[in-house]
């Protein structure tokens, strides 16, 4: 079986959205807020996988977990799905009956994108695609009947205030020993390991291929759009909420990812 990472980059180049980004390279007089409209959606599988240590390794672990934890007869969530990365790599290690994915993400051109990616690998898990905010979803459904909840770097772009709402209601839709998965861009408590960590992550882009004008203007783009938060504060909020099972599986530099089990 192909890796779910490679699995999606095949789909991507068969639908020609695995384009170079470049959206960064010239001097731009007006940086605006960072957003995924059609521009990023072009380009979004390169510039991850150019901006995010370990995003592999997360895509595919995700998929492992899925296998592990996917229950009969429930659902799996992808909130923030954007092309549906994550979305594919569960679909392929989910082996129990009757259990669908919900994919949900607030910008259409993602999901028109993630809609040709899915048509063309046509997984055999049933996925069902909503292009909706995540706090503006109705309070019974989508999130009900869930075995598994998966965010991957999403809860960073969503206003702090708002968070611990969502996950008191992601934890009471989990179905117990039901999962989540949290990935984050994050930040650290100590002023010198939390500036060593965006140099560190900074020499990883550059390594990518990114120029130092594009680390700065996308840095710039981001800026009051990705709120990072510490470990410790996403540990206290997954405690506060419910969760009594809770570690990080991942990290490197300033990206860690959560498992929390109900």
């Not at 072009?42 to 991850?48: G, L, N, S, T």
Request: glycine share 4%.
């Amino acid at each position: 079986m192909s890796s779910p990472l490679s699995t999606f980059h095949h789909a991507t180049r068969r639908k020609n959205t695995l384009n170079h980004d470049n959206l960064f390279s010239r001097p731009l007089a007006d940086i605006a807020g960072f957003k995924f409209d059609a521009d990023v959606v072009a380009v979004f599988p390169d510039m991850i996988q150019r901006s995010v240590p370990g995003y592999e390794t997360i895509i595919a672990m995700t998929g492992t977990l899925a296998g592990r934890y996917a229950q009969p007869r429930s659902t799996c969530y992808d909130l923030g799905c954007s092309l549906g990365a994550s979305t594919l790599a569960m679909a392929q290690h989910i082996e129990v009956p009757d259990c669908n994915i919900v994919a949900i993400d607030n910008a259409p051109a993602m999901i028109e994108h993630c809609t040709h990616i899915l048509a063309a690998e046509q997984p055999d898990t049933n996925v069902e695609l909503i292009c909706a905010d995540l706090l503006d979803l109705p309070l019974e459904k989508p999130l009900d009947n869930a075995s598994m909840v998966v965010l991957n770097f999403t809860l960073q772009f969503l206003p702090p205030e708002t968070r611990t709402a969502l996950m008191q209601r992601i934890y009471d839709a989990l179905l117990p020993g039901g999962i989540i998965i949290l990935s984050e861009k994050i930040a650290f408590a100590d002023d010198h390991l939390n500036q060593l960590m965006i140099e560190l992550h900074h020499s990883f882009k550059r390594a990518n291929g990114y120029s130092e004008l594009e680390v700065a203007q996308k840095r710039s783009a981001l800026e009051n759009v990705l709120i990072p938060e510490t470990l410790d504060q996403h540990r206290e909020r997954l405690t506060h909420v419910g969760f009594k099972r809770i570690d990080i599986w991942f990290q490197c530099f300033n990206f860690a990812s959560l498992l929390a089990i109900k």
